[in-house]
């Protein structure tokens, strides 16, 4: 069994950056599809962005495009999110997620948190107006 850790969240002011990383121990995320996900307060948890298992297609939920960008370094087993001009309403707990052992080698992202069965603990991204 995989486990994800996050690491990277932390406190910005409006229009600065952040990188979050997701490292992976117990198994490799390679051929994996990858995704991050946030939840605010009182808010279900939504798609940010995803990657397929070759590192070759994203997918950006509308909020995140043209700001973020989702990369995997094969190499080192980590899923990175290149986080630029950070608003207020990016205020979350980031969420780092390994699709399941089915979607492996999937050609195309996966935008569904359903298709997500490991989940990282979360790193809390907070954005100062």
């Known amino acids: 069994q995989v486990q994800l850790v996050e690491s990277g969240g932390g406190l910005v002011q409006a229009g600065g950056s952040l990188r979050l990383s997701c490292a992976a121990s117990?198994?490799?995320?390679?051929?994996?599809?990858m995704g991050w996900f946030r939840q605010a307060p009182g808010k279900e948890r939504e798609i940010v962005a995803a990657?397929?298992?070759?590192?070759?297609?994203?997918f950006y939920a509308d909020s995140a495009k043209g700001r973020f960008t989702i990369s995997r370094d094969s190499a080192k087993d980590t899923v990175y999110l290149q986080m630029n001009s950070l608003k207020p309403e990016d205020t979350a707990v980031y969420y780092c997620?390994?699709?399941?052992?089915?979607?492996?080698?999937?050609?195309?992202?996966?935008?569904?948190?359903?298709?997500?069965?490991?989940w990282g603990q979360g790193t809390q991204v907070t954005v100062s107006s």
């Open positions: 997620a390994c699709a399941a052992e089915s979607a492996r080698g999937a050609f195309w992202p996966i935008p569904i948190r359903e298709e997500y069965d490991t």
């Open positions: 117990g198994r490799t995320l390679r051929l994996y599809p």
């Open positions: 990657i397929s298992g070759s590192g070759s297609h994203t």
